[in-house]
């Protein structure tokens, strides 16, 4: 199985939509989006699934959307990327050790994908995790994230249940870290605040510093 296919379209109700979307939108990506970073990083971070005016359009993980605001913030604070806003893909942007991808590589209709739909996109997931060689920490946005971690790996979700700052150690140089995702609703909420965020990063570091991959 490739990591990824630019022209895929083995969900059918996603390329429909997605065929809507380029009639609406004729300068958005709208296709399935890649993963963005390094190549062999030590964090890996999984979120959902592209945004319609975000990833959709932009065509990189978390780029121009609410979402990604949050999230790029952090990584810059933390010493993962080289500034702390991602408005579209020719900024500039550059992750340092770090990867980030999705659950889902498309836009599904109203940002909720089937669980078909997951489960079919999984084997993108399973092939880029099984590329990824050495330590390794990934974090979960959220638990359809954290599920799809836990079956692109062959483990029993009710082994490794999600909670919001929760480590799972995968093996000797491999952790699952769980935060809810950094969406407009969680974080306008405060269901996830910045503190709350910022304190899984702070985990991240460490659990990094333990395995020798800071």
């Known amino acids: 199985m490739k990591v990824f296919e630019p022209d895929c379209k083995r969900c059918s109700r996603i390329s429909a ?22 190549s ?24 121009g959307d609410y979402a990604g605001i949050l999230l790029y ?18 900024d500039g942007l550059r992750l340092h050790n770090c ?15 089937t669980g078909g739909e997951i489960n079919t996109c999984n084997d993108y997931l399973q092939a880029e995790l099984k590329n990824l060689t050495g330590g390794l920490t990934i974090l979960a946005l ?6 799809a971690v836990l079956k692109a790996l062959g ?4 082994e490794y249940p999600f909670a919001h700052g929760q480590c799972h ?3 000797n140089s ?23 965020f910022h304190a899984v990063f702070d985990t991240i570091l460490k659990l990094q510093a333990k395995t020798g991959n800071q």
């Open 17 to 38: 939509y997605l065929q809507e979307v380029r009639i609406r939108y004729p300068d958005y990506h709208a296709r399935p989006v890649p993963a963005f970073g390094a």
């Open 40 to 63: 062999e990083p030590q964090l890996l971070i999984v979120g959902l699934a592209p945004g319609l005016h975000g990833a959709n359009a932009t065509g990189r993980p978390f780029t």
């Open 73 to 90: 913030q952090t990584l810059y604070q933390y010493g993962f990327s080289n500034q702390a806003a991602a408005t579209d893909a020719a």
């Open 99 to 113: 990867r980030i991808t999705n659950a889902v590589k498309c836009l599904p209709p109203d940002n909720k994908p």
């Open 142 to 147: 959220g638990r359809i994230a954290h599920n």
């Open 155 to 158: 483990l029993r979700q009710s």
């Open 169 to 171: 150690q995968l093996d």
């Open 174 to 196: 491999r952790w699952l870290v769980d935060s809810y995702h950094c969406s407009r609703y969680n974080t306008q909420t405060r269901r996830l605040t910045e503190k709350m």
